[in-house]
Nanobody, 123 residues
Framework: QLQLVESGGGLVQSGGSLRLSCAGS????????IGWFRQAPGKEREGVAL????????NYGDSVKDRFTISRDNAKNTVYLQMNSLKTEDTAVYYC????????????????WGQGTQVTVSS
């Protein structure tokens, strides 16, 4: 069974950058669409970015377009989320998720989830 582990979160000042990693084990990530999601306290889980199994198709949430970049290295069984120009409103727990037939950033389209990594952006 596929397991996902996120890493790379932390505390960063506004305007800074972080790179999150999502490492897969138990199955090959290149069989899956991978999405990044985030959830801030008291808010619903929000789709941030997705990448198709081949890496040829990308999609971003409106709030992160032109600031975040999703990529994948299937040889390393890892997906990345490069986050630049971070804002305080980006503060949340970030999750990666995998879905065999996901076509959007709808939460219900993803079957496997990591445990999350905290990103805190200070002003």
């Amino acid at each position: 069974q596929l397991q996902l582990v996120e890493s790379g979160g932390g505390l960063v000042q506004s305007g800074g950058s972080l790179r999150l990693s999502c490492a897969g084990s138990g199955a090959s990530l290149d069989l899956y669409v991978i999405g990044w999601f985030r959830q801030a306290p008291g808010k619903e889980r929000e789709g941030v970015a997705l990448i198709s199994s081949s890496g040829g198709s990308l999609n971003y949430g409106d709030s992160v377009k032109d600031r975040f970049t999703i990529s994948r290295d299937n040889a390393k069984n890892t997906v990345y989320l490069q986050m630049n120009s971070l804002k305080t409103e980006d503060t949340a727990v970030y999750y990666c998720a995998a879905g065999r037939i996901a076509t959007s950033l709808a939460v219900h389209e993803y079957d496997y989830w990591g445990q999350g990594t905290q990103v805190t952006v200070s002003s």
